[in-house]
């Protein structure tokens, strides 16, 4: 197994309660999200997509960081943060919002968890919004506290991941609904489960809320999942993009606003609440966007990994938009991509061209998500 001194990391971009475990379990690359590394590489990358889909798997994905909420005005002070009506979160149940700002861009694309009727937190994608919130509170007038607790979560996603579920917790885990939330205990580490996770796939999220038990919790699961199929692994940007979800900094940034990418199910500009970025998001609205994020189907032999940068996209000679991320799907036996282009060509069924790493190749513009567009996998 690695030894994690090999990778000679520093003190200054920390390191997740699981870091070590994941080393022995044989993780092999790493990148930096929400100033923490987290593991990207477990072998093969296909291989990791095909245990998702057809097994589970256990990724570490402490750099989730909580921003956490409480006191009288919580509840308020949460609602100013973000154009979704949260009028009706109930304790317990969970919410994927947008954060925006004065000018209706979105600063973060969060999943809101409501653990009590004054006790929230943000389960961050990557940027600062600990800070942006700590910021946005001081002149607020609210009675609110804001931290990061030390809260540190793992995803358990994939068809059997019910499966390891009951064996860890039980048959009564099983009636834990899609988007809800449930205190548990597995041998005296203290747990919050969710019904979520970032892969369009049945999963959950485990929030460990003492990191001391970082390595003892990613062993007990491990020892419980193995005979079931589950396996060591990451967050899957195949999976992510046939689902057609979000990685913030790709796919959206402060520059973004949530009609450019199809969300207005996440603007309510017809609540009371005069919540970060309103007025803006009205004239957007009324006003319509320039550009809007589309799927595209690249030509040309299978891609070798993700883009690491945006490719141009060209129709007629004139530049029209950008590839934010591209794939090859093993399953679909396609590339396909999430792109914004301008909204004159944001049609279905209009051939583009994309200056990949490897040259200029044909695309066509299709409908997104690639697969499961209605998330039954991930609901049922």
């Known amino acids: 197994m690695a030894q994690a001194e090999a990778f000679g990391f520093g003190t200054q971009i920390r390191k997740s309660p699981y870091f070590e475990a994941t080393v022995r379990w044989g993780a092999t690359g790493f990148s930096v999200y929400n100033h923490m590394y987290i593991p990207r590489d477990f072998g093969d990358p296909v291989q990791n997509f095909w245990n998702l889909i057809n097994d589970a798997i256990l990724c570490d994905v402490a750099v989730e960081r909580q921003v956490e909420i409480t006191g009288l005005d919580a509840a308020r002070f949460v609602q100013m943060l973000t154009p979704r009506d949260l009028s009706k979160l109930a304790v317990g149940q969970c919410k994927y919002v947008l954060i925006t700002n004065a000018e209706g861009g979105i600063l973060n694309d969060p999943i809101l968890l409501r653990l009590a009727e004054n006790h929230f937190w943000l389960s961050l994608a990557d940027s600062d919004i600990l800070l942006w919130a700590q910021g946005v509170a001081v002149h607020s007038g609210m009675e609110v506290t804001i931290r990061e607790p030390d809260v540190s979560p793992l995803q358990l996603q994939g068809p059997k991941s019910g499966e390891v579920m009951r064996a860890l917790f039980g048959d009564s885990i099983m009636d834990l609904r899609y988007y809800w939330l449930r205190r548990v205990e597995l041998d005296g580490i203290p747990l919050i489960v969710s019904r979520t996770g970032w892969s369009s796939e049945l999963g959950y999220e485990l929030y460990l809320q003492d990191s001391a038990h970082g390595d003892a919790l990613w062993e007990k699961i491990m ?148 697969y499961d567009p209605k998330k039954t996998l991930a609901a049922a």
């Open 223 to 370: 020892a419980v999942g193995q005979p079931l199929g589950l396996k060591p692994g990451h967050t899957s940007s195949i999976r992510r993009i046939e689902g057609g979800m979000l990685s913030y900094h790709a796919d959206a940034d402060i520059t973004t606003n949530p009609y450019e990418l199809g969300l207005d199910r996440l603007v309510n500009l017809d609540i009371e609440a005069d919540f970060i970025g309103k007025a803006a998001l009205k004239r957007i609205r009324d006003t319509g966007v320039s550009r809007r994020q589309v799927g595209l189907l690249i030509d040309g032999a299978p891609l070798k990994g993700p883009n690491t940068t945006f490719w141009p996209i060209t129709r007629e000679g004139a530049t029209i938009g950008k590839v934010t991320s591209a794939i090859y799907s093993p399953r679909l036996k396609q590339n396909i991509a999430l792109a914004m282009v301008t909204v004159d060509h944001a049609v279905i069924g209009t051939e583009v061209e994309v200056a990949t790493a490897h040259g200029p190749v044909r695309a066509t513009i299709v409908d997104r998500p690639f």
